[in-house]
T-cell receptor
Framework: KQEVTQIPAALSVPEGENLVLNCSFT??????LQWFRQDPGKGLTSLLL?????REQTSGRLNASLDKSSGRSTLYIAASQPGDSATYLC???????????FGAGTRLAVHP | DVKVTQSSRYLVKRTGEKVFLECVQD?????MFWYRQDPGLGLRLIYF???????EKGDIPEGYSVSREKKERFSLILESASTNQTSMYLC??????????FGDGTRLSIL
């Protein structure tokens, strides 16, 4: 059974710092790994999708990497801003029916 | 862009009522999912469907059922609502190789 873990559970940093959020998964037989952002009381917004054959994806200040062999993905946020404050979730698409399995999330607070 | 639309943002119902939550996607995705999200428990999969009229139980299916009569629509049904089903409900869709796309969520309160 696929299990997804995110570390740290919460993070508070001053504006301008570069950040690394970690995601690990137990079953390397994934189709893809996806990072989401969730603002309080809202749905999930997709940030980056890494297919199983890829090593990384970039969008603006965000960069996500995938290492299937070690069961890890990282989300790198450059030059953090207060507007980046949100919960970040990773999800592995795996299993015979392509279920999305989520980690518990990292709650990020960026203060001015 | 993919659009996943949930019928209500907020919903208040009474215990014992039969409750329907509707979800529609516009990208012809094969897979559709219903999750509930509670503080400290994260996102938990209730049911998912990989084709019309097909459904599979997720991690917490008790007290729920689903219906998928058309490819674009996936309904979650609370057969007899109870207070412990008060939660945020999130619908998602995906293709077999693509990523998941979520609706805005329905915050359901059972009184």
């Amino acid at each position: 059974k696929q299990e997804v873990t995110q570390i740290p559970a919460a993070l508070s940093v001053p504006e301008g710092e570069n950040l690394v959020l970690n995601c690990s998964f137990t079953d390397s037989a994934i189709y893809n790994l996806q990072w989401f952002r969730q603002d309080p009381g809202k749905g999930l917004t997709s940030l980056l999708l890494i297919q199983s054959s890829q090593r990384e994806q970039t969008s603006g200040r965000l960069n996500a990497s995938l290492d299937k062999s070690s069961g890890r993905s990282t989300l790198y946020i450059a030059a953090s801003q207060p507007g980046d404050s949100a919960t970040y979730l990773c999800a592995a698409l795996s299993g015979g029916y392509n279920k999305l399995i989520f980690g518990a999330g990292t709650r990020l607070a960026v203060h001015p | 862009d993919v659009k996943v639309t949930q019928s209500s943002r907020y919903l208040v119902k009474r215990t014992g009522e039969k409750v329907f939550l509707e979800c529609v996607q516009d990208m012809d995705h094969e897979n559709m999912f219903w999750y509930r999200q509670d503080p400290g428990l994260g996102l938990r999969l209730i049911y998912f469907s990989y084709d019309v009229k097909m459904k599979e139980k997720g991690d917490i299916p008790e007290g729920y059922s689903v219906s998928r009569e058309k490819k674009e629509r996936f309904s979650l049904i609370l057969e007899s609502a109870s207070t412990n089903q008060t939660s945020m409900y999130l619908c998602a869709s995906s293709s077999w190789t693509g990523g998941g796309h979520f609706g805005d969520g329905t915050r359901l309160s059972i009184l």
